[in-house]
């Protein structure tokens, strides 16, 4: 029987894990450990499961693994705790730290003590995604020429309010949406980014937060392939979902159209006064939890690894560096 274990409730996808996590077969959840003593008691409740302040307490359920979910600037902190703690199973939320000096500083802290160290990219395991990248692999599409997308979403302070403090989620909307296709396309193309140009504004709720919240990148990968991304929190408060991850990919023989969110249906409902829209396809986050726990049975690194996190993390510094001076960021 494998044991898992979440740090911290503060991410939002903590509530999606736990369930996750009960789902996979021969594994056991142990609980969750959280420094804010509300969170704990708040979410612990919620889900009747475990839950304490105490890092010592919650190590000693003797954890196989662990998913870290705390706030972005606390992952490294994390990691720390758990690696000291002799953990060798870490599954860490992205961005994977809100400085590329902090995301080294994981991935080596992870590689001196031959830690798996995976950071969750669920959208790798998306099943429309999936679907187009074996396209794409298997050569039938001809060669890539360039992508545009947007991941899109509501402001995210109507789930944690960390999400709209600098210090805490390391900035806006560039911040917070630009990772998940920049691994994409990093994983697609198998190429690393080259180049980042970027613009940032308040667009949308102006002067509400200290940070960002509209966003659009430009990447251009070593292997000539380029990418647009809208990365904005551009969903009205009354939007169905939280937002959705689309993209095109423009190729010698056509374009491939992706909405890793499309299999879904539309609710209409007296109580809430409009539509709602429920979810019926694959769980890309379960999918995620999935390959977590096969990496540990099956003794092997996950197949997202820290050092995908890593790259997110320089090409998300690389595009404040760029909205900043107004300028074409070379990494």
């Not at 990248?133 to 947007?150: E, V």
């Amino acid at each position: 029987m494998i044991k898992i274990g979440i740090m911290s409730f503060a991410h939002l996808h903590a509530e999606a894990y736990i369930q996750n996590i009960r789902a996979v077969p021969d594994v056991t959840f142990t609980g969750f450990v959280d420094p804010d003593a509300e969170r704990a008691e708040k979410f612990g409740r919620l889900f009747n499961v475990p839950a304490t302040t105490d890092f010592d307490r919650f190590f000693a359920q003797k954890p196989d693994g662990v998913v870290i979910c705390s706030e972005n600037n606390a992952h490294l902190e994390m990691v720390e705790r758990a690696i000291d703690a002799g953990i060798k199973q870490i599954c860490c939320e992205k961005p994977l730290a809100t400085t590329p000096a902090d995301a080294r500083r994981i991935v080596d802290l992870a590689a001196a003590s031959r830690v798996n160290l995976m950071t969750a990219f669920p959208m790798r395991f998306s099943a429309p995604v999936l679907e187009v990248k074996r396209t794409l692999d298997s050569g039938a599409a001809g060669k890539i020429f360039c992508f545009s997308a947007s991941n899109e979403g509501r402001m995210p302070s109507l789930y944690r309010e960390w999400f709209v403090d600098k210090e805490l989620a390391g900035g806006g909307a560039l911040q917070d949406h630009l990772v998940h296709l920049t691994d994409l396309f990093r994983w697609i193309t198998r190429s690393e980014v080259q180049a980042v140009y970027a613009q940032s504004s308040q667009a949308f709720h102006p002067g509400e937060v200290a940070v960002e919240t509209a966003g659009m990148a430009m990447l251009k990968f070593r292997n000539g392939v380029f990418a647009s991304i809208d990365c904005s929190w551009s969903r009205p408060d009354y939007y169905p979902t939280w937002g959705g991850l689309n993209f095109e990919v423009v190729t010698a023989r056509g374009a491939l159209q992706v909405d890793a969110f499309r299999q879904k249906l539309t609710v209409f409902s007296h109580e809430i006064q409009g539509q709602s829209w429920v979810d019926w396809g694959s769980d890309s986050n379960q999918a995620m939890i999935d390959e977590f726990v096969a990496s540990i049975r099956e003794q092997r690194p996950a197949s997202v690894s820290g050092e995908d996190g890593l790259r997110t993390v320089e090409v998300i510094h690389a595009a404040y560096e760029s909205a900043a001076s107004g300028g074409v960021v070379t990494l």
